[in-house]
């Protein structure tokens, strides 16, 4: 059973604050990491994809995939009141012709103002 | 280029009741995927379309669940003798195969099954 695992939250940060999201992974022949984020009775919306190891910056986005570890990390600096969402972390496992994502269930980020 | 969309947005149905959804991917890309979430969960896989062809099923998908996509354009979704346990959002996405697999949602239909 393919797992993926996340701190369902909430996490609290003060606005302007770095906020730290960490997921873990069962299967170490992973090959694709998204993070998604998703508000309240919205469908989610990319964030951040990563395939190798090491970080991977995008405005105040910051991705971070330790493959030996199985583990990945979401950074959001300068955080806003508009990132209080669900943030949901993806993972495809490699496999022939398997191209579904596998979802952990969500943390939950609340940043006040 | 409009992104994903789908149809209805919401549905209420009595339990025994069938329905279909309908997903319109982004154009041009030639895989369709279904996922279920509920509530406090992450979506979850149902099945997968290239093109026309239906390339993958979870074992979540019940005999009551059928889906095509029979010109490799938009996608249907039906569930036949619905259960309250069907209640759920039904999310499609869709993803190009010149891409590195990103998966793009629509908006999702919400189904509510009394």
């Known amino acids: 059973q393919k797992e993926v695992e996340q701190n369902s939250g909430p996490l609290s940060v003060p606005e302007g604050a770095i906020a730290s999201l960490n997921c873990t992974y069962s299967d170490r022949v992973s090959q694709s990491f998204f993070w998604y984020r998703q508000y309240s009775g919205k469908s989610p919306e990319l964030i951040m994809s990563i395939y190798s190891n090491g970080d991977k910056e995008d405005g105040r986005f910051t991705a971070q995939l330790n493959k030996a570890s199985q583990y990945v990390s979401l950074l959001i600096r300068d955080s806003q009141p508009s990132d209080s969402a669900t943030y949901l972390c993806?993972?495809?496992?490699?496999?022939?012709?398997?191209?579904?994502?596998?979802f952990g269930k969500g943390t939950k980020l609340s940043v006040i103002p | 280029d409009t992104g994903v969309s789908q149809d209805p947005r919401h549905k209420i149905t009595k339990r025994g009741q069938n329905v279909t959804f309908r997903c319109d991917p982004i154009?041009?890309?030639?895989?369709l995927y279904w996922y279920r979430q509920t509530l406090g969960q992450g979506p979850e896989f149902l099945t997968y379309?290239?093109?026309?062809?239906?390339?993958?099923k979870s074992r979540l998908l019940s005999d009551r669940f059928s889906a095509e996509r029979p010109k490799g354009s938009f996608s249907t979704l039906e569930i036949q003798r619905t259960e309250q346990g069907d209640s759920a959002m039904y999310l499609c996405?869709?993803?190009?195969?010149?891409?590195?697999?990103?998966?793009?949602f629509g908006p999702g239909t919400r189904l509510l099954v009394l």
């Open positions: 154009s041009e890309h030639n895989r």
């Open positions: 996405a869709s993803s190009s195969l010149t891409s590195t697999e990103t998966q793009y």
């Open positions: 993806a993972v495809r496992y490699s496999g022939a012709g398997s191209y579904q994502l596998t």
């Open positions: 379309f290239q093109n026309e062809a239906q390339l993958e």
